[in-house]
């Protein structure tokens, strides 16, 4: 009878893994998934155009001291497929593992029809107990395998190369040759791109870190296939599956397209865009304001406190002067708060607890933003006293409270950790309470936290062990926060300051929130010059003119692949007229931020933001649809930029020169031919519909032409 229980086990994992008929799990117009659990092969991805395949070899997982590739008994769909309300479809498929029978892998794909980038990610399921180990001493996960052998091109993209000469994080594109797949290089990504010039397909995974700290990479193989493995902080040792704890992956993309590789960044940006994230909020356009660069020149140009003018007064007239430029959210940036934890208005600056803020910032139809540090606790604050357990510690230290920006000390607090829901229910609560609507989080360093009582591991792992799974863990418990927030508040937006090196950069916050890019860029050490760190400032491109926006615009090459408006960054308002129209240039190519003293503001420039911007409104969903054109590098004259919806006609052209003289450029899209120019500028059209711009440059300046707006 056991001879006879055995041969049927036999008989049904051989059947399962070799059926005849895949799976279905989506079929449109673009694509085609299917399931064939065959042999190594857990899915396909099939371009329906072409019907070319993409086989992913099912992912393998280190369980209970033995390396399992999830080669499953059967595959069935479970459940009928979810409509999300960003007009994707999710679908789950299941199946036991043919080896661990009672383990359970759950597939979840995330599809639209619109777009042929999809999202995939795997769960494992039992309600028996079963454990991930490392019996190398390392993390052993296969994600995926796939191969690229049919492309004559391969390149690795990289989002989180931070560098330094800009002090920012960058677009990096890597080309990837044969030698590179027969020396079995090993690639951080998070995206490769192959491309024959007719078919081009990627591959991608959502996390982030700082190159080259890489979390999880790319095995390149002599055959031209790749796969993506775990490498540190994925899991920590001996983690617990069983009837009440599931293992979940990140979320992977993949996408395949009958076209070339701009025309597949073109599909992957439009993905970012609209389908990436169900938190539609922080993919619009708006225009920001920030407090922070006025406080930073009472610090150092004044010599005053950062805190001096966080006044009500200071903030209404602000207010005032910020809509008469047609700026929509604004941001109150450290020091609004009591104390940290709590993040209650301070009744000392604020004796209303911003109550009237709030109010005119309605009436004038804008929104309120406020800053905050997600991982510190004041030391008076209740959300320390009934979250003592979760102040961050290294190797059993908790280090001493620190005063944050001239308010009360605070200790560091693990946002991987319980304290994460606590603090999604202050942002929540401001939400209800006041309207606030834009998040900014800043100062959330990757390694920070190796406490045994958290969500990163426990007394039996190493303290370095639950230190690399805090830093794994941190991207997704920020993910995590805006996305609980975001549920309860659908209006809200997060971004992360990002405007320091060693943090969490990568495609994985973007799935819930977007990124503040750039503060001042370099400091004086970035460029190996002698200053006074006790007293000096630190920022060398403070001031108003050409060369801050230089740096500001150098990571514009994000665009290719990621909208530049989940990028944020601020530029400086002042007079004269020469340094507001190259702000104006700028931040509407995208990062659309303001930052500055905005009462100094003479009242023509007040007007010329008012303007310029209201004729931005009229054209900006067109300009953030559409990939930017660059002709010309940052800094050279002149410096050209087109952004110019093909299908409308509707966005903008800027020049930028640093030189007097004359310059012209023809634009290679077809524009609206309803225009509005700045000065110095003779525009027609030639026979094409295309735009012939001459521009006459007698100083360093800004030329703006926009297409498709009404004036009148």
Request: a negative charge; charged letters at 25%; proline letters at 4%.
């Amino acid at each position: 009878m056991r001879n006879l229980f055995t041969l049927l086990i036999a008989i049904a994992i051989l059947s399962g893994c070799n059926n005849k008929h895949s799976l279905v799990v989506t079929k449109n117009d673009l694509l085609r998934v299917t399931v064939p659990n065959t042999g190594k092969v857990l899915w396909d991805y099939t371009v329906t155009k072409t019907g070319i395949k993409y086989s992913f070899r099912a992912p393998e997982f280190e369980i209970d001291g033995k390396l399992y590739p999830a080669l499953l008994l059967s595959a069935k769909l479970t459940g009928p497929p979810e409509k999300l309300k960003n007009g994707v479809t999710e679908y789950n498929v299941e199946g036991n593992f043919s080896e661990i029978t009672d383990l359970t892998l759950r597939t979840t794909f995330r599809i639209t029809e619109k777009n042929p980038v999809i999202r995939f990610r795997y769960e494992l399921l039992s309600h028996s107990d079963h454990h991930l180990t490392k019996t190398n001493g390392h993390d052993q996960i296969n994600y995926l395998g796939v191969s690229f052998g049919g492309f004559s091109s391969v390149k690795e993209i990289r989002f989180s190369e931070f560098n330094e000469m800009v002090h920012s994080f960058c677009l990096s594109e890597r080309k990837l040759e044969q030698k590179h797949f027969d020396d079995s290089l090993r690639i951080m990504g998070p995206m490769i791109v192959g491309t024959d010039g007719s078919n081009s397909f990627l591959v991608a995974y959502e996390h982030g870190s700082q190159v080259p700290d890489r979390f999880l990479e790319f095995a390149l193989n002599p055959d031209k296939s790749i796969t993506l493995n775990a490498i540190k902080g994925n899991y920590y040792r001996d983690f617990q599956i069983d009837s009440t704890n599931s293992y979940t992956t990140i979320w992977f993309e993949a996408g395949g397209i009958s076209g070339d590789e701009d025309q597949l960044a073109i599909e992957y940006r439009s993905f970012v865009l609209h389908y990436m994230s169900m938190n539609a909020e922080s993919r619009k356009p708006y225009i920001f304001y920030n407090t922070w660069n006025f406080q930073e020149r009472n610090r150092n140009w004044y010599k005053k406190t950062y805190l001096a003018d966080m006044t009500l007064e200071r903030m209404m007239k602000e207010i005032d002067v910020a809509h008469r430029m047609g700026i929509e959210v604004f941001v109150i940036d450290a020091g609004w708060f009591e104390k940290t934890g709590d993040w209650t208005p301070s009744l000392k600056r604020f004796p209303d607890g911003l109550k009237s803020v709030s109010k005119k910032l309605k009436d004038y139809g804008m929104k309120l933003g406020l800053w905050f540090n997600p991982t510190v606790a004041a030391v008076s604050s209740d959300m320390l006293k009934t979250h003592r357990d979760c102040v961050r510690t290294m190797n059993g230290d908790e280090g001493k409270p620190w005063p944050i920006w001239e308010t009360e000390e605070s200790y560091g607090m693990c946002l991987v950790s319980a304290y994460r829901d606590a603090f999604a229910d202050e942002l929540i609560h401001l939400n209800k309470e006041l309207g606030v609507t834009y998040f900014k989080w800043d100062a959330i360093g990757q390694y920070e936290c190796n406490d045994p009582r958290h969500f990163h591991g426990n007394s039996e792992n190493t303290p370095q062990e639950r230190l690399e799974s805090y830093a794994f863990e941190i991207s997704r418990s920020m993910s995590y926060v805006v996305d609980k927030v975001a549920k309860e508040c659908p209006d809200v937006i997060v971004d992360f300051d990002i405007t320091e090196g060693g943090r969490a950069v990568g495609l994985g916050f973007l799935s819930s929130g977007k990124y503040f890019l750039i503060n001042n860029g370099p400091y004086f050490f970035n460029y190996d010059i002698p200053f006074d760190r006790e007293n000096g400032q630190w920022n060398i491109f403070f001031y108003p003119g050409p060369a801050r926006t230089w740096i500001c615009r150098t990571p514009l090459t994000f665009d290719k692949w990621i909208p530049t408006s989940l990028f944020l960054t601020h530029y400086l308002p002042d007079d004269p007229y020469e340094n507001q129209s190259i702000a104006v240039g700028s931040l509407i190519l995208g990062q659309n931020g303001i930052w500055g003293d905005l009462p100094k503001i003479s009242k023509e420039g007040v007007d010329f933001f008012n303007k310029s911007l209201g004729l931005y409104k009229q054209v900006r969903d067109d300009m953030t649809e559409t990939t930017m054109i660059r002709d010309g590098a940052v800094g050279v004259s002149p410096e050209v930029y087109e952004k110019i919806n093909p299908v409308t006609g509707k966005g903008a052209v800027v020049i930028f020169s640093s030189h007097a003289g004359n310059y012209s450029y023809i634009t290679r899209q077809k524009p609206d031919q309803k225009t509005w120019k700045t000065r110095g500028v003779d525009l027609s059209f030639d026979k094409e519909g295309h735009a012939v711009i001459f521009s006459k440059f007698l100083e360093a300046e800004a030329k703006i032409i926009f297409f498709g707006v009404e004036t009148e």
